[in-house]
């Protein structure tokens, strides 16, 4: 991966190990927000996330354990993003960072979707180059507000 993206609420794990992803909660903090623009729903991940930290905390079967019900607990995350710490005292996660599963005992877990989505705002059409909003989107006309002579509209 040329980019690695922080991690938020929503991102998608799989377990080598297990036969089904699970999704991602942060449940250690709720002050830091990523990729929402009304800081409702995203918050970063973190290192501190750990035990069952997973919507339905379940990756499925466990080959560990003769295929019985998986039922992970995060001992430690790997990989995380060393040079901000949160005011939970964690440090964000990675798209690239790796959990260790207290039935595993190994670093199995990847994230296979960090849970960022991209949202257009009216700034990001703003800070945008009005020849390339042209060519892209010919029909921009509704209810508009003048930027460098394109259009915009009222988001």
């Known amino acids: 991966?040329?980019?690695?993206?922080?991690?938020?609420?929503?991102?998608?794990?799989?377990?080598?190990?297990?036969?089904?992803p699970d999704t991602l909660?942060?449940?250690?903090?709720?002050?830091?927000?990523i990729n929402d623009w009304e800081a409702?729903?995203?918050l970063t991940a973190t290192d501190k996330d750990i035990g069952q930290t997973f919507e339905k905390n379940t990756?499925?079967?466990?080959?560990?354990?003769?295929n019985s019900p998986c039922s992970p607990a995060i001992t430690k995350w790997d990989g995380?993003?060393?040079?901000?710490t949160l005011s939970n005292n964690g440090k964000p996660l990675l798209e690239d960072s790796k959990?260790?599963?207290?039935?595993?005992?190994?670093?199995?877990?990847?994230?296979?979707k960090n849970g960022q989505t991209c949202e257009v705002t009216k700034q990001n059409v703003k800070n945008s180059d009005p020849q390339?909003?042209?060519v892209i989107n010919p029909a921009m006309s509704?209810?508009?507000?003048e930027v460098g002579g394109l259009q915009i509209p009222n988001l």
């Open 142 to 145: 509704l209810n508009m507000d």
């Open 59 to 66: 990756f499925g079967n466990c080959s560990k354990t003769n």
């Open 1 to 20: 991966m040329s980019e690695v993206h922080l991690v938020c609420q929503g991102a998608i794990c799989k377990c080598q190990f297990g036969t089904a």
């Open 132 to 134: 390339v909003i042209k």
């Open 80 to 84: 995380f993003y060393d040079k901000i």
């Open 40 to 42: 409702k729903s995203k």
């Open 99 to 112: 959990a260790t599963c207290a039935i595993a005992g190994s670093a199995c877990i990847e994230i296979i």
């Open 25 to 33: 909660k942060v449940k250690t903090q709720s002050k830091h927000f």
